[in-house]
């Protein structure tokens, strides 16, 4: 069984999608290749969330096992001509940001994972969609940051930062995520936590675009995205 997984840069069922992919790993080492499509955009964020590193138990490496980041990709993204050889047996993308969503909606073909899910569509492979925008409001995690009216200046977490990542507030494109700066603070100004949005009505219709796309099945929930990994295997 081989599966490629797409993963577009967006917080909201991350951690729950990196917890099923990993387990599958686990479960089916041996009967499962898995091959990571990561976005530009993801490839920041998983490192903000802490979760970058476990790719490598998803995607070991290896032929049909490698992790394929968009940052070393060109612009045709030759790799994703895999799919039209009829390479995987089914493409999962999870989670799948509003941005994604929306070009694959409309037919935009023009990153990794989007390119990935045209030409799996055109060759007939299956895919799977975990979009993190459906409809009402979501709860999304938010990454590490600095409470200022809680923070005493005493910078201790910036030097217990490995990554240089602390100034005024935490730099993302730095930050791996790690929690040393939170564990040092003797204040409590480090925190994560959530934000409470509202899905817009565009990404709501987006969303209805791609259920009438055949060869396309959107998940609603990651416990839907567990059902469909575990049906593949
Ligand atoms: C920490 C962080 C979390 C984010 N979470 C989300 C999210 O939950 N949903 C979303 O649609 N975009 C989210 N974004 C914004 C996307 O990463 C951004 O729109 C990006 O351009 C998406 O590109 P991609 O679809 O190619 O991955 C987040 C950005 C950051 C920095």
């Given at each position: 069984?081989?599966?490629?997984?797409?993963?577009?840069?967006?917080?909201?069922?991350?951690?729950?999608?990196?917890?099923?992919?990993?387990?599958?790993?686990?479960?089916q080492f041996d009967r499962v290749n898995i091959t990571s499509f990561v976005s530009?955009?993801?490839?920041?964020v998983t490192r903000v969330y802490g979760l970058f590193q476990h790719l490598r138990t998803v995607s070991p490496g290896g032929y049909m096992e490698e992790i394929i980041l968009e940052t070393e990709q060109g612009w045709s993204y030759p790799k994703t001509g895999r799919f039209s050889r009829g390479v995987y047996d089914a493409l999962f993308i999870s989670p799948a940001t509003s941005n994604s969503v929306a070009k694959i909606a409309h037919g935009i073909a023009d990153s990794l994972v989007t390119n990935a899910a045209a030409h799996a569509l055109k060759a007939g492979i299956v895919v799977f969609i975990l979009p993190v925008d459906i409809e009402?409001?979501?709860?999304?995690?938010?990454?590490?940051?600095?409470n200022r009216e809680l923070c005493i200046q005493c910078r201790e977490c910036a030097q217990a930062c490995p990554n240089d990542a602390i100034d005024e507030q935490i730099d993302y494109l730095r930050c791996n995520g790690c929690g040393l700066c939170k564990d040092v603070c003797r204040s409590d100004a480090i925190i994560g936590g959530s934000v409470n949005l509202a899905v817009r009505e565009i990404d709501k219709n987006n969303v209805k675009a791609l259920l009438k796309q055949s060869g396309l099945t959107v998940l609603n929930d990651p416990t839907e995205l567990k059902d469909a990994l575990w049906a593949m295997v």
């Open positions: 069984m081989k599966i490629a997984w797409g993963i577009t840069g967006a917080g909201h069922y991350l951690k729950d999608s990196f917890e099923l992919f990993v387990e599958l790993k686990r479960l530009r955009a993801a490839q920041e009402g409001r979501v709860e999304s995690p938010v990454p590490y940051f600095i």
